[in-house]
């Protein structure tokens, strides 16, 4: 369930952007669609619980985040946030299967191997698991991030850009991932893109909610 009610953001050295109210029933998946620059990757950020609104009301999965202490919110993200950021943030000196450890110990968990080596098959990266990320292809490392999103199975899959810098068959199989995981795990898909192959491979499933470009006004005010 996702519910955003005038909602708004202002970058302290930049632009205010406001989105349009959405409620959508629980399971529906999102698709954030807009120019570069109108504000995808924010409201994504804000839906992450990595930024703060200034204004307005987000539910996300049953929390309503403005209430949240830093604290209650960082549990949420755990308990039940997967997030595919655009760049991808795998730690260079680790192996795959290290990358795939990191969740784990950051929150002080044990490491669940078995789920490890569940999502390495399922994203047929077994072969990779102890290779660094520079001996991965693009999209390659995309499988490992996508994979480090879905170890806690979380109730939200969100993904920044998630095709970017991919040719037609990356990005296809990329999305199939998604998609499939999120069916999979019961998780509700919310993707950021301006790349227009994503509303034709996933437009059916996918609530489409289109970006406008922010005012020149808004812009002039930097
Ligand atoms: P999109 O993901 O759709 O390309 P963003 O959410 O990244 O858009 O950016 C929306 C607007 O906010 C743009 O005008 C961008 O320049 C501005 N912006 C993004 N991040 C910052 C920041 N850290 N400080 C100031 N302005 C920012
Ligand atoms: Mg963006």
Sequence with gaps: MIVL??????????????????????????????????????LLALMA?????????????????????????????????????????????????????????????????ARIDELLQRLELQALAPRRP????????????LARALLRRPKLLLADEPTANLDDESAGAALNLLSQAAREQGATLVLATHDSRVAQALGGELHDMRLPKLMAMNEAAR
């Design 5 to 42: 009610q005038g909602l708004r953001y202002r970058y302290a050295q930049g632009p205010e952007i406001a989105f349009a109210d959405l409620s959508l029933p629980p399971g529906q998946g999102l698709l954030l669609r807009g120019a570069s620059g109108s504000g995808k990757s924010t």
């Design 134 to 145: 520079h001996q991965l292809s693009l999209g390659q490392a995309q499988r490992v991030a």
């Design 49 to 113: 619980g990595l930024l703060s609104a200034s204004a307005g009301r987000l539910e996300m999965a049953g929390a309503e985040l403005g209430r949240l202490s830093p604290r209650q919110r960082d549990a949420w993200r755990g308990a039940c946030l997967g997030f595919v950021p655009q760049r991808l943030h795998l730690s260079a000196a680790l192996t795959v299967r290290d990358n795939l450890a990191l969740p784990y110990l950051s929150a002080g968990l044990p490491v669940d191997h």
